[in-house]
């Protein structure tokens, strides 16, 4: 633990070396430094540096390390598992101002951004460029690149474009020590030797801190279908995700399902949000928001429309809808986006973020309500997620108690990931919220294997320590 004696001489040298508006003490760092949206408590870090380049990341870094104070990254602080949540003792480093777009390279198809510019800054810029940016998430307008690659997010359009970490061919990354690794690699094919930023991309800031980007582009797309469906059972959910591969091939961007009780939750309670089937009073078993997106506006709206109506009439599907204008597509992703009401409603909620072999998350979503009920009477749940990418999402809440039942709703969630082979984290990462449970997904080799990369990069555990492993 450091002395006062070396905080204060490290602060020094820090402002020396990042000017004095880049450092901020104890009870001057900001009140949004001091949390991240995970809900945990707040802290009062010892500091919060905000380096205005990849030199001053560097100096910060070299600094910390020397007196060997611990630093915690921070993009966009919308992380959901404490991540970016700097203790007392330690001092949280901001790449607010690393921001913006360095280059487009319209030739290659990259964009190469600074690691603190906003998600739908990045969006907006390969847009402008006649290009798209794939990665998509609520948090677009608040979470930062360098933030979304450090925790390889997911969002809505995986089953089409891959996790974050599919999109990148390059990064700058600042090692604990201040070693700068300039790797702003535009090349597809690079195979001269380890390819070393899939080290940091996932890691959380626990191997180095991400300060430029080189992602990938893509075609801008030329047609959008969105249909919202109905599913008798969860066998029609498997059936229709097989068929929309088959039938719409890479133009499928979006297969996502909502449980009963999710749907109940949506369509009746979250604000401004419309039933798709309002007057069919039919309890369907799921309900299936499918999204399309292709390059032909003439072609591909009636090849959707001809695939859909084919599976309506063999009776596959007992009801289905296709949204017939923009207002119609958003008002369909509404109710898959209701979620982020849910807070309204059941406040300090528990949420979940699990992957699971998708032809069992029926059967556990039944076993987990079954032991739910057994085991914390009255406690409610809401299953909803991206499907089609082995990912659910779990919302839990028990009325009227000061502490919800963390420990014991966790016990059944994590011991039926481990039953079925899953994931304790699909897409939200570890932090600190989930590492107790990182063993019910990896094996000790596994984890071994990453402590003994952490040591190597990391010798004396200044970066982001106790995150993740
Ligand atoms: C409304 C809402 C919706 C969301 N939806 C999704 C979703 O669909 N899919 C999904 O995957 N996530 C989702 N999230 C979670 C969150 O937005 C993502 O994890 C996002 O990628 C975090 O980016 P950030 O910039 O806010 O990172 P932060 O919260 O600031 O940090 C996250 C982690 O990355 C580290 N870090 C941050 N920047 C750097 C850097 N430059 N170098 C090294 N380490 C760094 C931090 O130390 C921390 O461990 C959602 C969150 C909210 C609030």
């Not at 901020?24 to 009140?31: H, K, N, Q, S, T």
């Not at 719409?248 to 604000?271: C, I, K, N, R």
């Amino acid at each position: 633990m450091p002395t006062p004696l070396n905080i204060s001489q490290a602060l020094e040298e820090l402002t020396a070396a990042l000017g004095p508006n880049a450092v901020f003490a104890e009870a001057d760092v900001p009140l949004r430094n001091r949390n991240d949206y995970s809900g945990l408590l707040p802290t009062q870090p010892l500091a919060m540096l905000r380096p205005a380049d990849t030199k001053g990341v560097s100096d910060a870094l070299r600094i910390c390390h020397a007196h060997g104070l611990s630093v915690v990254p921070q993009g966009g602080l919308t992380g959901l598992v404490g991540g970016a949540r700097a203790e007392a003792h330690e001092i949280a480093l901001s790449l607010e101002r690393l921001v913006g777009i360095e280059e487009i390279d319209s030739d290659a198809a990259t964009l190469t951004a600074w690691a603190g510019t906003p998600l739908e800054t990045v969006q907006q810029a390969a847009l402008d460029a006649g290009y798209f940016c794939p990665l998509d998430l609520g948090a677009r307008g608040s979470c930062a690149i360098g933030g979304n690659l450090s925790t390889n997010a997911g969002g809505n359009r995986v089953i089409r474009y891959g996790m974050a970490r599919e999109m990148v061919l390059g990064l700058e990354v600042v090692l604990a020590d201040g070693t700068v690794i300039t790797s702003l690699n535009k090349m597809i094919k690079n195979n001269a030797g380890f390819d070393l930023k899939h080290l940091f991309i996932g890691s959380e800031g626990t191997l180095g801190i991400i300060t430029r980007v080189v992602l990938k582009l893509f075609p801008k797309p030329g047609s959008t279908m969105v249909a919202m469906c109905a599913a008798p059972d969860y066998a029609t959910v498997l059936k229709l995700l097989s068929s929309a591969r088959a039938s719409l091939g890479p133009l499928l961007s979006a297969f996502e399902v909502m449980w009963p009780d999710y749907w109940q939750f949506a369509t009746t309670q979250a604000p401004g949000v419309r039933n798709p089937f309002a007057g069919d009073d039919t309890a369907y078993a799921a309900y299936v928001l499918i999204e399309a997106q292709g390059t032909d506006p003439e072609a591909d709206a009636p090849r959707f429309e001809q695939w859909l109506g084919g599976l309506l009439e063999d009776g596959t599907l007992p009801n289905a809808a296709v949204a017939q204008s923009l207002s119609g597509e958003k008002a369909f992703w509404g109710v898959r986006d209701a979620c982020g009401e849910l807070h309204q409603f059941w406040p300090r909620h528990l949420a979940f973020d699990i992957g699971l072999p998708v032809t069992r998350m029926d059967e556990y979503a039944r076993r987990f309500k079954q032991q739910l009920g057994d085991l914390v009477p009255g406690c409610k749940s809401v299953f909803y997620g991206h499907i089609g990418d082995s990912n659910v999402h779990i919302v839990t809440h028990l009325d009227g108690v000061a502490e919800q039942p963390k420990d014991a709703v966790e016990q059944i969630v994590y011991g039926l990931v481990r039953e079925y082979g899953g994931t304790v984290s699909a897409e939200h990462g570890i932090g600190t919220i989930k590492r107790r449970w990182l063993g019910h997904a990896r094996s000790p080799e596994q984890i071994a294997l990453m402590q003994t990369l952490k040591a190597a990069l990391d010798p004396k555990n200044i970066l982001n320590p106790g995150k993740v492993i």
